[in-house]
């Protein structure tokens, strides 16, 4: 599970912090905290938004992405230190990252009280309207005598203390779950297939459902085409170069905008023969048009977009209907970002890896058996054959897609 | 006549708190002379190993200590006080002690209907935290609601009871100083408690 850490105080010296980073190392088996830098943030004011500041944004965007927040905070003058209470202005103003967002409390002290005031005072500004976290109810990790509570290498000394954190620490992890399994049946559903947000690149006026969307969509934007040269993040290469390059490439590949628009893919191969069968009428397609009326292929579609919008994970990886003996066919689903880290889309990839199975098998002498004790699970999919659905013309019908995202499904660890 | 520092609690242009204050400022000048405050520039509370403190927190540490009290206009943020406000008490209550046992009136304005009350109720909380220490008048609470339409274009309040629950209480914190002067028994100990809080002990 991936949490975020946020020590309340910009002190010089906090052993909240320290607390914090005692969570990320002692428990790192259990969870993935990274523990935030609030150091350098602005003063809150209203006649100054700052809100798309890199140091803000890079707070959303990893709280965005967390499962949880743990937040430790010290205790000045019976509340919660202003540089905290700071940051949660900001991230309730024109953002609102904790919105649904799972936070457990946590705090240090000098003498018995652990924060306890501070931590009563934090708990009804998380729960203010504009920044609506849920905080686990009920337990309360107050450390007292902090000063003599670390050894010199950042470990808690106590036993019972650090039993009572892991306990506390789990109870958090099963309610994260559960919050998050619910905020997710919310926020994918508004993910909006029909493609009508609309984003920076889409074209306007034409419709995207157009048999000649590509053409009419060219000409309205004078796209080049042919011999022109296109300067690439590292080449430079003409129009029609990236065309031989990609149609050589023998993975199928499919662009998605973030605006949920279809809007190209790699043909080299004719429809009826490709894993995913994509036609050239259905380029420009809002998803919707693409997937076929059935309920339940555009929920498990809205669910592996929105997952990968919202930075639950970079990579959803699939096996999907098609697979025999002589073909493993999976899918591939990952996160595209421009340079501010910005969701720019899903890059879609279908490849029957079973040639480089049987190249494994062959170097390592090895034999394809199967496990009588195999678990079919969403992750694996391996030996799973879900019903074909006749219908789910262009695209795949995604075998499991309430995979439970996890490290180990993520490409990258944030 | 009595002398009375007046936080404005935010650091916004425009503030319907800092228009409360004014308004106070002008409406009861013939009882006190209120001095309004701006918290704006100061920095982010850090507790540094130098325990270093602003300029104008020590400035201002030097203007309450002088004055007869403090009243605080405060919004409400996230069912608290801002964090520049918040900010401003921290730096005030780090190595200096301006607020032992100073009469302090606490009022506040919102948009809404609820006038602020969560933040004063947190920020009572606060100035009675042992390194602040101040002397809060009891039982007491302005809660303007509604703040954007409450004040005529003069800068008055418009309502009739509004008006008259803070002549009120205003009479009532007037009084409270008188008290409160009285009240010192324990003021040196106060201090010395204060004084000794050191927040890296604390």
Known sequence: ?414 | MKKFIAIVGSNSAKSTNRELLEYMQKHFQNQAEIELVEIKGLPIFKKSIDKYVPKRALELANRIEAADGVIIATPEYDHSIPAALSSTLAWLSYGIHPFVDKPVMITGASYGSLGSSRAQSQLRQILDSPELKARIMPSSEFLLGHSLQAFDDNGDLKSEAETEQLDGLFKDFLQFVDISEQLNHANDVNKQKAEQFSWDIG
């Open chain 1, 1 to 414: 599970m991936k949490l975020v850490g946020i020590a309340g105080s910009i002190a010089d010296q906090s052993y909240n912090r320290m607390l914090l980073n005692f969570i990320a190392k002692h428990f790192a088996g259990l969870v993935d905290v990274d523990v935030l830098n609030i150091n350098d943030v602005p003063m809150f004011c209203q006649d100054d938004d700052q809100t798309d500041s890199p140091v803000i944004q890079d707070l959303v965007k990893k709280i965005q992405a967390a499962d949880g927040v743990i937040i430790a905070t010290p205790e000045h003058n019976h509340s919660v230190p202003a540089a905290l209470k700071n940051i949660i202005e900001w991230l309730s103003y024109e953002v609102h990252p904790f919105d649904q967002k799972p936070v457990m409390i946590v705090g240090a002290s000098y003498h018995v009280q652990g924060s306890s005031r501070a931590q009563l005072h934090l708990r009804q500004i998380l729960e203010a309207p504009g920044v609506n976290a849920i905080v686990l109810p009920g337990n309360e990790f107050l450390l007292g005598d902090v000063k003599s509570a670390f050894d010199d290498e950042g470990n808690l000394k106590d036993q019972r203390t650090i039993d009572f954190l892991q306990s506390t620490i789990q109870k958090f992890i099963k309610f994260a779950e559960v919050i998050n399994m619910i905020g997710q049946t919310n926020s994918y559903e508004d993910e909006d297939l029909s493609a009508k947000k609309g984003t920076d690149t889409t074209i306007e006026g034409v419709d995207m459902n157009d048999e000649n969307w590509l053409d009419k969509a060219s000409k309205k934007v004078n796209a080049v085409e042919g011999d022109t040269y296109v300067k690439l993040d590292s080449g430079l290469l003409t129009v029609n170069q990236l065309n031989y390059f990609l149609k050589t490439i023998p993975i199928e590949l499919t662009y998605v905008d973030e605006n949920n628009q279809f809007i190209y893919y790699n043909r080299f191969l004719p429809t009826k023969d490709m894993l995913a069968k994509r036609t050239p009428a259905q380029v420009g397609d809002s998803l919707d048009t693409v997937h076929p009326e059935i309920s339940r292929v555009i929920k498990h579609v809205k669910q592996v977009i929105n997952t990968l919008r919202t930075g639950k994970t970079d990579l959803v990886s699939m096996a999907v209907p098609g697979s025999d003996d002589k073909h493993h066919v999976m899918h591939y689903y990952k996160a595209m970002h421009d340079e501010e880290g910005n969701y720019k889309g899903v890059n879609e990839w279908a490849v029957d890896i079973k040639p480089i199975v049987d190249q494994y098998l062959k170097a390592t002498g090895q034999k394809l058996v199967k496990d009588p004790n195999a678990q079919v699970d969403a992750n694996s999919g391996a030996s799973e054959k879900p019903s074909v659905d006749a219908t789910s013309g262009a695209s795949e019908e995604p075998a499991k897609p309430e995979v439970k995202v996890d490290a180990t499904t993520s490409a990258s660890k944030h």
